[in-house]
């Protein structure tokens, strides 16, 4: 079974910086696409940056210039630095990733989510 689990979120003041860690774990064949959403309250999750393929990073207008996502394949990692920040990143943070998992002697393609973690930003 593919579990995704987030951590590094916590309370931090403005202008401040925060490292998220999502780790990927299960009979995972291949990650193909992994990103960072986030949803604050009352509100609907929104797209926050993404790695689609290889070295290609996106990001949210809101965030660009300060966040960085990266990924190690390797140790099956995704991150998000996160500095900057701003009473608006307040949300709970979540992983995603878009890969190839056995079950059995098959693969398939699934889109996995994690559980979350909350970054709140204030003074």
């Known amino acids: 079974q593919v579990q995704l689990v987030e951590s590094g979120g916590g309370l931090v003041q403005p202008g401040g910086s925060l490292r998220l860690s999502c780790a990927a774990s299960?009979?995972?064949?291949?990650?193909?696409?992994t990103g960072w959403f986030r949803q604050a309250p009352g509100k609907q999750r929104e797209y926050v940056a993404s790695?689609?393929?290889?070295?290609?990073?996106n990001y949210a207008d809101s965030v660009k210039g300060r966040f960085t996502i990266s990924r190690d394949n390797a140790e099956k990692m995704v991150y998000l630095q996160m500095s900057g920040l701003k009473p608006e990143d307040t949300a709970v943070y979540y992983c995603n990733a878009r890969l190839l998992y056995y079950s059995g002697t098959q693969r398939y393609t699934g889109d996995f989510w994690g559980q979350g973690t909350q970054v709140t930003v204030s003074s």
């Open positions: 299960g009979n995972i064949f291949r990650i193909n696409a």
């Open positions: 790695i689609p393929s290889g070295d290609i990073t």
